[in-house]
């Protein structure tokens, strides 16, 4: 007779089935059955210094690997400290399943120490908040993984008491459910009857093709590239598409809301068609000003509404555009040259404000991109740095970048270069980050060092919250809680059991990054930049 899986057991059986490699975890009592489980069935369990950062960890690991990713905590502390990791994996729309422990079900209906109602807590910024119980262990973990990755993806958060781990499951049988596409299907939504994305394209004297997160999860590099070539139309990508088509391309034409967004925003204007294509609003920091009618082009229907659309194509995204590309009996609608005098443009933006003799944080992108592998991966933090990177790196395959740009959450490069490197230890990762993230997230350097991560972190270092404090300037206010203090980086990496450079010039950067992309333990490179440049162009 074969003795009954504990729900533990099911639980870790269900996330390996559902592809989770990494298990990104705070522990505390309730949850060491899940963790031995866990790694039983081959899943590693990581050690993250806090829980925020395990599941910005588990946030990036599924970002850059297009899996499901998964952290854990114990209750009450535990599951508070995870909020803001699991928030960003709802709004940077990628599926993370969040779980944490549960004091035992006798005391739940009275107990109050350490005591938090999770389902509460957690529904604001997740999918679907619920509790495991042994009698529906196998069946929750099932819907838990389809809510995750069904579209548009998020974080799932499961409960469940100590006890309960330990309980024999009487709902054991695992079956992970399917997540891709299978078929190539698209539906149709048209205000009037007769509406047609192929009709409306075609009328189009200059249109545009703006791709997001949702072209990036349909694997849609190819057909974006196929349409913009047969239509011949600019591409501009949003922040998080980052790499979905190579960006030295011909039709491509920047990024979104990011640095230099003004120029990008005139060319989106001066088109009289906007092919929407995955462009999940979330990542808009404003709100829609344009003129020209929308084709949404979605795995959903336009359910934010932050633009009209009186045409939605929705269904897998490559898909939709292979057919468009298809049907395309059109004139070509801009020359590479326009394009190209654009492109120009925006690199000149890009550089505005660069002060000769100093570190300016163009060069620091600039001197990483040269130096880096072209398959590296690059993820970033959130502030000044972000923009400048959002727009100059040049990225060339998709998953590539990694950055939050939905809850845009300060706290993420670090743990996310740390996740991008376990996934894939044979590509070179680097990380660049503000001085604020890194003093918020610096313990993780420990693990990147335990771990033997060979990762380059690159800090902006300008003693400042620059993003915010620039907002202060902007009011005549003085820098009031926006300072931070120096830092000796070199040391610290010491500490941490990394190597450490300090660098203030474009040539001393160059060479620190030399062994970039054969590190074998963590680099941290405290780059001493001057941030006037952020002041001309922010
Ligand atoms: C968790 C979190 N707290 C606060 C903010 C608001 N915020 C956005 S950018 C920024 C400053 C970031 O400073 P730093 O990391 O040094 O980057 P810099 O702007 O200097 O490049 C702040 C405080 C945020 N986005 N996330
Ligand atoms: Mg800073």
């Known amino acids: ?89 709802t709004l940077d729309r990628v599926p993370v399943i969040a779980i944490s422990g549960q004091i035992e079900t006798s005391r739940q209906a009275f107990f109050t120490h350490q005591v938090v109602n999770h389902e509460a807590l957690f529904a604001p910024v997740t999918k679907w908040a619920a509790r495991v119980e042994a009698n529906a262990a196998a069946i929750t973990m099932r819907k838990a993984l389809r809510i995750a990755a069904a579209e548009r993806p998020g974080a799932v958060h499961l409960t469940c008491a100590a006890d309960t781990f330990t309980a024999p499951a009487t709902d054991s049988h695992v079956v992970a459910p399917p997540v891709r596409y299978a078929a190539e299907s698209v539906q149709v939504f048209g205000v009037e009857a007769t509406a047609s994305p192929g009709r409306m394209l075609a009328a189009a004297g200059r249109p545009l093709l703006l791709a997001g997160i949702g072209a990036v999860r349909c694997e849609a590099t190819a057909a974006i590239q196929r349409l913009a070539a047969t239509v011949q139309m600019p591409i501009v990508v949003t922040g998080m598409a980052k790499g979905v088509v190579p960006e030295d391309s011909e039709w491509f034409a920047g990024v979104l809301d990011m640095a230099c967004n003004e120029s990008i925003w005139d060319l989106v204007r001066s088109s009289d068609l906007i092919l929407a294509a995955g462009f999940d609003p979330v990542e808009l920091i404003k709100p829609w000003h344009v003129k020209a009618p929308v084709l949404h082009i979605g795995t959903t229907p336009n359910i934010d509404q932050i633009y009209a659309s009186e045409v939605e194509a929705v269904g897998n995204v490559a898909s939709i555009l292979k057919w468009l ?22 690199r000149a933006a890009y550089y505005a404000g660069h002060v000769r003799g100093q570190l300016n944080p163009t060069d620091v992108v600039d001197t990483v991109r040269e130096v880096a592998a072209a398959a590296a991966i690059a993820t970033c933090d959130v502030g000044s740095h972000k923009l400048l990177v959002g727009q100059g790196w040049t ?124 590190l074998t333990r963590p680099l941290v490179i405290e780059a001493r930049i001057d941030p006037s440049q952020y002041e001309s162009q922010f």
């Not at 533990?8 to 009592?29: I, N, R, T």
């Not at 690991?61 to 699991?86: D, E």
């Not at 996310?416 to 660049?432: E, H, N, Q």
Request: net charge neutral.
């Open 325 to 346: 590309a298809d049907g395309y009996r059109g004139q070509p609608r801009w020359t590479a040259a326009e394009v190209a005098g654009h492109r120009a443009r925006l």
């Open 395 to 518: 990225a060339t395959q998709p998953r590539s970048v990694l950055m939050t740009n939905g809850l845009s959450a300060m706290g993420f490069g670090l743990p996310a270069a740390i996740a991008a490197k376990l996934a894939y230890p044979d590509r070179p990762v680097v990380a660049m980050i503000g001085d604020g993230g890194l003093a918020m997230t610096a313990t993780e350097l420990r693990l990147a060092a335990a771990r033997g991560l060979g990762i380059a972190i690159v800090v902006f270092v300008d003693g400042s919250l620059n993003r915010i404090e620039l907002k202060q300037h902007a009011r005549s206010y003085p820098a009031t809680a926006t300072r931070i203090e120096d830092t000796d980086l070199v040391m610290l990496a010491g500490a941490m059991q990394c190597d450490g450079a300090r660098v203030a010039s474009a040539a001393e950067l160059s060479s620190a990054l030399k062994g970039v992309n054969t």
């Open 1 to 89: 007779m074969t003795s009954q899986p504990s729900t533990a057991e099911v639980m870790a059986e269900a996330l390996a089935g559902g592809g989770v490699l990494s298990m990104f975890a705070y522990p505390g009592d309730p949850i060491i059955d899940l963790m031995e489980f866990s790694r039983r069935r081959g899943i590693d369990v990581v050690l993250a210094r806090r829980e925020a950062t395990a599941a910005f960890m588990a946030e990036a690991s599924a970002m850059a690997t297009g899996g499901i990713g998964c952290c854990v905590s114990t209750l009450g502390p535990g599951s508070t400290a995870l909020v803001n990791g699991v928030a960003a994996a």
